[in-house]
């Protein structure tokens, strides 16, 4: 079951803007992550907020973090032509106590140079 | 260089022939898991395994099979591959504590098409 789910499907924007998506999920959880994937590539992971926290910054990115609403944004500043790839939310789901990172469908970002 | 290694990164079979995806990792990680990527679907979780000789089904484990008699690998097998399993594969591992804790390092991938 995928618990995180992003919005918006795809964006597209120019270069030098700023890039905004956002992650809902559905249960409580201890951290969220999100990661980046360049086409057909492996995913890297970009950055980990812990439920305890509300903002965190990397760089150009900036994540924020509303337990209450169960949703987290991850923005890109400042965006430039190689930010054009796909971005997940992953959450964790606790079985038995043991970490078990669910991935939600991505985020399609373009940004035209 | 700390990495995961996936083989093959391409493979193109038959309906029924056994096939076997590899994965290897020299992080020490006691974690590894499994995803197929498909479009439309995101990462859907296929097998994980929190340590050696420890496996568990994860979203859509039908048609593979995992084992984990080492740390470092953790290979994929196709008994009887269909169409349905043509996908871009993961292999990805995490360390369950300490610095980096629960943060996922993907393989390349895995793309395999079943005719």
């Known amino acids: 079951s995928q618990q995180g789910e992003e919005d918006p499907q795809a964006l597209s924007i120019q270069e030098g803007e700023n890039a905004t998506m956002n992650c809902s999920y559905k249960?409580?959880?201890?951290?969220l992550q999100w990661y980046r994937q360049n086409s057909g590539r492996g995913l890297v992971h970009l950055i980990l907020i812990r439920s305890n926290e509300r903002e965190k910054h990397s760089g150009r990115l900036r994540v924020t973090l509303d337990t209450s609403k169960k949703s987290s944004s991850l923005l890109i500043t400042a965006s430039r032509a190689a930010d054009t790839a796909s971005y997940f939310c992953a959450t964790d789901a606790r079985s038995g106590g043991s970490y078990i990172p669910t991935f939600g469908r991505g985020t399609s970002l373009i940004v035209h140079p | 260089e700390a990495q995961v290694t996936q083989n093959p990164r391409y493979l193109i079979t038959v309906t029924g022939k056994k096939l076997t995806v590899t994965c290897s990792q020299n992080m020490n990680h006691e974690y590894m898991s499994w995803y197929r990527q498909d479009p439309g679907l995101g990462l859907r979780q296929i097998y994980y395994?929190?340590?050696?000789?420890?496996?568990d089904k994860g979203d859509v484990p039908e048609g593979y099979k995992v084992s984990r008699k080492e740390k470092r690998n953790f290979p994929l097998i196709l008994e009887s591959p269909s169409p349905n399993q043509t996908s871009l594969y993961f292999c990805?591992?995490?360390?369950?504590?300490?610095?980096?804790?629960?943060?996922?390092?993907f393989g390349a991938g895995s793309r395999l098409t079943v005719l």
């Open positions: 395994s929190m340590n050696v000789e420890v496996t």
């Open positions: 990805a591992s995490s360390p369950p504590r300490g610095p980096g804790a629960n943060v996922l390092t």
């Open positions: 249960t409580s959880i201890n951290n």
